[in-house]
């Protein structure tokens, strides 16, 4: 039975319901919606503890996929649910770029590391990107003020995964007004001086190194200072990612070390950059966005 709150979702103008599922005491919902940064229709997942169906609020996590992922991959593969249940914590997934419709031709790269479903949660500069790779402005004023005004949230902390971590990273450091708390899983740490990351940033920047600059988030902690009382950060230590010098975390390390920003960092042996090690720690980066909501 559809309690009174999950149905006046359903029927929220500003949002498309796609699905609704019972999962655990809780449900697991996917939304889209017209977005203006973008100009493409967007698609995200939310899981909804029976507390924000009852129209509490609650302490809301989101979190940003890696390279090649949308909405489904965290919410099929992590097993944050029963934690989220068990907390009352909300979990929010977006897409990771814009992507192609019936109705928008978005443009693409042949590279897995450039275009659709990798943005880096930036916003281009330079054409053909520019119209509708605005991930940054998605994630931090459109879709975070949709969360707060159609969702019982009390706060919202961010997290994500390699590039997700990246945008996470980022995204918190650069505003640290909009989130509590910032976590990352095998992040891509220095963008500006990754394969991948400069392969995006010639197209979405061009030769403008300064905003290749101002989207490293190694760079940006260094640049802004101590942001958060504590951020949890964990490394596969046998990720092949990390051997190949695309996340470097030594450099996410020493920056924090320069800005005096306090980073738990984690190596966690014999891990690699799948979901079987985002299932082995995920619950303890909901267990620190709880904490730091609490303290909020």
């Not at 609020?57 to 989220?84: E, M, W």
């Not at 975070?144 to 995964?161: A, N």
Request: aromatic share 10%.
């Amino acid at each position: 039975m559809q309690n009174s709150y999950s149905h006046s979702l359903s029927n929220n103008k500003q949002l498309t319901q796609k699905s609704v599922n019972r999962c655990f005491n809780g449900e697991q919902h996917y939304y889209s919606h017209e977005s203006t940064s973008t100009k493409t229709s967007m698609t995200f997942s939310i899981y909804l503890p029976d507390e924000a169906l009852a129209g509490r609020r609650c302490p809301a996590i989101l979190y940003l996929s890696g390279l090649t992922c949308n909405a489904d991959n965290v919410t099929h593969k992590a097993h944050f649910q029963q934690k989220c249940s068990e907390l009352g914590m909300i979990l929010i997934a977006p897409d990771t770029s814009p992507r192609s419709s019936e109705d928008s031709d978005v443009p693409n790269d042949e590279r897995y590391f450039v275009g659709q479903g990798a943005s880096y949660y930036v916003d281009a500069t330079q054409a053909p990107w520019s119209d509708n790779f605005n991930m940054q402005s998605y994630i931090v004023d459109e879709l975070y003020d949709l969360l707060r005004s159609e969702f019982p949230i009390h706060s919202i902390g961010v997290t994500g995964h390699s590039m997700g971590g990246h945008g996470a990273l980022l995204l918190g450091f650069k505003f640290p007004s909009k989130f509590v708390s910032v976590s990352a899983l095998s992040p891509v740490c220095a963008a500006s001086e990754s394969a991948w990351g400069q392969a995006a940033y010639t197209e979405y920047f061009g030769d403008d190194k300064a905003l290749w600059t101002q989207a490293d988030a190694s760079q940006m902690i260094e640049k802004v200072g101590q942001q958060y009382s504590s951020i949890l950060v964990d490394q596969g230590a046998a990720d092949n990612f990390l051997a190949e010098g695309q996340l470097q975390t030594s450099k996410l390390q020493d920056a924090c070390a320069k800005a005096k920003q306090p980073l738990t960092l984690r190596y966690q042996a014999g891990h690699d950059h799948s979901y079987y090690f985002i299932q082995t720690v995920i619950n303890d980066h909901i267990e620190h966005h709880w904490h730091m909501a609490q303290m909020s």
